[in-house]
């Protein structure tokens, strides 16, 4: 029987400009005719029934038919649409539905188009697990923009998407592969994830599952309502995390909904280590992503790296570039790939924003290193206790213009400013310090208020910290009570910090779990993590 693969459907969105590949299952020995734009491929089904056709490149065009014939059979999809395809990768600050965001009310308004698309792939973590549930009613089809779908979209890339409409001045589509509270070796083959210095994740899940009963376990596991995500927003549990809140607002919002925490057992509702769990290594990456490749695209945008600084941050630094790798090899083609810096944090449920700082410092030296990646900051709209932020509109509008510039070529500001160097001078009054930075674009500014509304004091620099070594040479921070900040072109003059001149100072900035930088390039880009040491 002709079938193609779940992706190729009415409605979707193709990538212009490149070699067009379609894929799907036939009769063993069937040739295999596709036809779309006037292009037209012929190929083979295998012993298996497996079939691949590959088209000449197709222009940018609306309402076009693709046409697929088997012998006697034939499929044809309607309304496709050919334009610009972007994988929307990571975890949940990826994932997170457009209903949570800050600005819904205002984008419903707006957001008709039938020229944005998304085609979200259903969250399944294990070979034949689509099948078990009815995950096709909400997931696994193409979408448009509109009000009455808009809430399903990931936020992040939806608002990347708009503003690619607009830049581009093309079709666009997603394809959201993402699952929530996922580390990057759960996309990752085991392979790559030794190859990239994670062979620890691989180690301890070998360790969790060699005595283990697994027809027990999968008794226990298909048995738990947790895991069923054939329909995300219907989890009330799942609403409660997205929207935030504490540990003691989530127990009475519970009790409102009439669950009992003191009757139940908790454990019986955490998922159980095993060849079910969605974050044993390689599970996704076998379940979801190479399910959806080699569908062509333009170019990937992840955010994740939350899980991972709550497990083994120190590995993030190797196994990070090596993720690009993994999927750049999968596609056959070096891709843009732009991610998201995982934004400050204090505390939110279990988790502690402490070791985030060791997976910014790695995202930072995955961007300078790994060729055609790009940074998006998130210094400013960070959320003290909540690990989602719900303002993603500023998140999508910093990738799109990596994106202007690393796909499109066009001459934009993309990167946030970074600190590069710090001295000390002397001026009228006393010591001061300057601070350096590169990416400053037509200058720097200093903002007194955060896009949450918070305000900063319009002469403090936000995240900032000041070190000086003491006799011993361990750095002691300095009193900023009475510093001022002010900024101008591509420097940052701190003023009213009282040090010893014959040491060095340390200038840190955006080096803890929590901050709030109020720093920005012309661009309205908010300065990235980083740090400098002045000459003794």
């Not at 997170?96 to 419903?108: G, K, P």
């Not at 969790?208 to 947790?226: E, I, Q, R, S």
């Not at 961007?367 to 909540?386: E, H, K, N, R």
């Not at 001295?423 to 010591?431: P, V, W």
Request: aromatic share 10%; glycine share 8%; with cysteine.
């Amino acid at each position: 029987m002709l079938q193609t693969a779940l992706i190729f459907q009415n409605h979707m969105m193709l990538q212009r400009e490149k070699p067009l590949k379609i894929w799907g299952t036939a009769d063993p020995g069937a040739q295999v005719e596709v036809s779309v734009q006037g292009r037209k491929a012929v190929c083979t089904a295998d012993e298996s029934g497996a079939w691949h056709a590959q088209l000449e490149p197709l222009n940018a065009s609306l309402q076009e038919q693709v046409v697929i014939r088997a012998g006697e059979e034939e499929l044809t999809l309607t309304d496709v649409e050919v334009g610009d395809v972007w994988l929307a990768g990571g975890q949940s600050n990826m994932e997170f539905h457009m209903r949570y965001d800050a600005d819904m009310q205002e984008s419903l308004k707006t957001c008709e188009d039938d020229s944005l698309r998304f085609f979200d792939y259903p969250e399944v973590s294990y070979p034949g697990q689509l099948e078990e549930h009815d995950y096709l009613k909400n997931y696994g089809f193409w979408r448009k923009a509109a009000p009455d779908q808009l809430e399903r979209f990931s936020a992040p890339a939806y608002y990347f998407a708009r503003r690619i409409r607009k830049t581009a001045g093309v079709p666009v589509g997603i394809i959201g592969c993402n699952w929530g509270g996922s580390p990057a070796c759960a996309w990752m083959s085991r392979e790559h994830i030794a190859a990239g210095g994670g062979q620890v994740f691989l180690n301890e899940y070998e360790e969790a599952v060699k005595n283990l009963d697994l027809d027990a376990y999968w008794a226990a596991f298909k048995t738990n309502p947790m895991n069923d995500r054939s329909d995300q927003l219907a989890d009330p549990i799942g609403d409660l995390m997205l929207f935030g809140c504490t540990m003691e607002e989530f127990a009475a919002k519970l009790a409102e909904m009439g669950v009992d925490l003191s009757a139940m057992d908790p454990a019986a509702f955490l998922p159980q280590v095993g060849p079910g769990y969605e974050r044993r290594p390689s599970a996704l990456y076998e379940s979801m992503l190479t399910q959806i490749a080699p569908y062509v695209l333009k170019g990937f945008l992840y955010y994740q790296g939350e899980t991972d600084g709550d497990t083994h941050p120190e590995c993030y630094r190797t196994l990070f570039p090596e993720l690009i790798r993994n999927w750049r090899e999968l596609w056959g083609e070096e891709l843009p790939f732009l991610f998201v810096q995982i934004a400050p944090l204090e505390q939110w449920m279990q988790c502690n924003g402490t070791p985030y700082a060791i997976i910014r410092a790695a995202q930072q030296h995955t961007a300078d290193t790994v060729p055609g990646t790009g940074m998006a900051s998130t210094s400013d709209v960070g959320m003290q206790w909540d690990i989602h932020p719900k303002k993603k509109q500023p998140v999508g509008e910093r990738l799109a213009l990596l994106a202007e510039k690393l796909a499109y070529g066009k001459d934009v500001v993309c990167d946030a400013p970074i600190l590069r160097s710090i001295e000390k001078t002397q001026i009228e009054n006393g010591a001061q310090l300057i601070l350096h930075f590169d990416d400053t674009a037509d200058g720097l500014s200093l903002c007194g208020v955060t896009p949450y509304g918070d305000e900063i004091r319009g002469d403090q620099l936000g995240g900032l910290v000041l070190k000086q070594q003491d006799a011993e040479g361990n750095w002691q921070e300095l009193d900023l009570s009475a510093a001022a900040a002010q900024a101008a072109g591509e420097e940052v003059r701190i003023s009213g910090v009282s040090y010893d001149d014959g040491k060095p100072v340390r200038a840190e900035l955006a080096q803890t779990g929590w901050y709030q930088v109020n720093l920005y390039n012309s661009a309205g880009l908010p300065a990235r993590p980083s740090a400098a040491v002045t000459e003794a």
